[in-house]
């Protein structure tokens, strides 16, 4: 009882509370994707526990992050999440984030429900202690636990949208707490951040105790998101021409290539833009 009133439900990848979570578009953002399920499942060497997904307001870093802990989990990775959000109090601090991978834990390795309710109960005031502290004894302890019993496991944690937890500093902190744990690599944890990429964050992730333990994942011309742009472009376009109600109105052409590609100069790499003129005209008030 005590670990679930200190749960964010909304933080989760599939909670209720997110009825439509941001997610990839069929057959977008497959190159990101395929590199870190590569990273996860050790296709590639394992050089880096932590990855740090980046990019700007609206490049689809959280859409990324949803896409992929639900590809994890279809794939039968264990996968625990915290998803921040800005203008959510359940979820916009520091505060729930071991107790919302924990009670994850929990679910994933039934094995370690009695340690962590036991440790709950011998400290009712756990959550009222430092991150690392709460880390160390419900998350850490637990894990090894299962590898002292022999049990073979890699959990994956995708802690997304690090900056919108309200205070900079404490940003810093949880950046801080799980690279020093994942320093000497005896963990079976890799962890994934998703974030802007905001001075005090770029600080965090290029400090010297990060070396070798990270990959940074930027959200750049690299992933080829303009021609990823333009396919979801051209996918919601012919979708609007099959139901939208004034379809019939529509030119066979409906839309130029020319306009569909203007609007992809637009983007400039972001998918928020076009996501937003796709909403935009595929309202049924709107004359596509």
């Not at 998350?139 to 995708?158: A, D, E, F, W």
């Not at 080829?224 to 052409?253: C, G, M, W, Y």
């Amino acid at each position: 009882q005590l670990l679930q009133e200190h749960v964010a439900p909304a933080a989760l990848h599939n909670s209720k509370q997110c009825v439509n979570p941001p997610r990839c578009h069929a057959h977008t953002r497959e190159a990101v994707l395929k590199e870190l399920f590569d990273w996860v499942v050790g296709n590639m060497p394992r050089q880096a526990w932590i990855s740090w997904l980046t990019g700007a307001a609206g490049a689809g870093k959280s859409a990324i992050c949803q896409s992929f802990a639900e590809m994890c989990i279809w794939r039968g990775v264990k996968v625990a999440s915290f998803f921040f959000f800005r203008t959510d109090p359940t979820r916009n601090t520091i505060d729930p984030v071991i107790a919302t991978l924990a009670y994850q834990i929990i679910k994933l390795f039934p094995e370690t429900k009695e340690f962590i309710v036991r440790s709950i109960e011998s400290d009712p005031l756990i959550f009222e202690q430092t991150f690392a502290t709460q880390l160390d004894v419900l998350i850490v302890t637990p894990i090894r636990r299962l590898q002292v019993s022999g049990m073979n496991l890699t959990l994956l944690l995708i802690v997304d949208g690090v900056d919108e937890c309200t205070d900079d500093a404490t940003q810093v902190d949880l950046i801080h707490t799980f690279s020093k744990l994942l320093q000497h690599r005896d963990l079976p944890l890799i962890i994934l951040f998703g974030s802007r990429l905001e001075s005090q964050l770029q600080m965090a992730f290029n400090t010297w105790d990060m070396g070798g333990i990270l990959k940074t994942l930027p959200l750049d011309h690299r992933y080829q998101a303009e021609d990823d742009i333009q396919h979801f472009l051209v996918e919601s376009f012919d979708n609007i021409k099959r139901t939208h109600p004034l379809r019939k109105r529509l030119a066979t052409a409906w839309p130029a290539m020319e306009h569909v590609e203007q609007i992809v100069e637009k983007s400039s790499a972001q998918f928020i833009y076009a996501s937003v003129v796709v909403k935009f005209v595929s309202m049924p008030s709107s004359n596509p």
